[in-house]
Nanobody
Framework: QAQLVESGGGLVQAGGSLRLSCDAS????????MGWYRQAPGKQRELVAT???????VYGDSVKGRFTISRDNAKKMVYLQMDSLKPEDTAVYYC?????????????WGQGTQVTVSS
């Protein structure tokens, strides 16, 4: 089972910044759409942002203009730069990789990293 390994979560004050990283070296990088999702206590998991190998990024409405997703194709890493953080951004953030090859869909998730924003 391939793994995605997140890092970079932590505690930050409102208005601050954090950068999350996801090591995706074990997956079929060239095929994958990479993404970040988050889940707050008592809420459903929601989209934060996705990025294909080439093409347009997609952001959830609540993070547009504040968060930036990027990927380093050489290092097989995906990043989430989070600026102007708000207490409502508090959640567990998950890295995701999705791709289809030989007619089979692969969908991988990391273990999650906690982001806590204090007011």
């Amino acid at each position: 089972q391939a793994q995605l390994v997140e890092s970079g979560g932590g505690l930050v004050q409102a208005g601050g910044s954090l950068r999350l990283s996801c090591d995706a070296s074990e997956i079929a990088w060239s095929l994958a759409v990479m993404g970040w999702y988050r889940q707050a206590p008592g809420k459903q998991r929601e989209l934060v942002a996705t990025i294909p190998r080439s093409g347009s990024t997609v952001y959830g409405d609540s993070v547009k203009g504040r968060f930036t997703i990027s990927r380093d194709n050489a290092k097989k890493m995906v990043y989430l730069q989070m600026d102007s953080l708000k207490p409502e951004d508090t959640a567990v953030y998950y890295c995701n990789a999705v791709y289809v090859t030989l007619g089979q869909k692969f969908d991988y998730w990391g273990q999650g990293t906690q982001v806590t924003v204090s007011s």
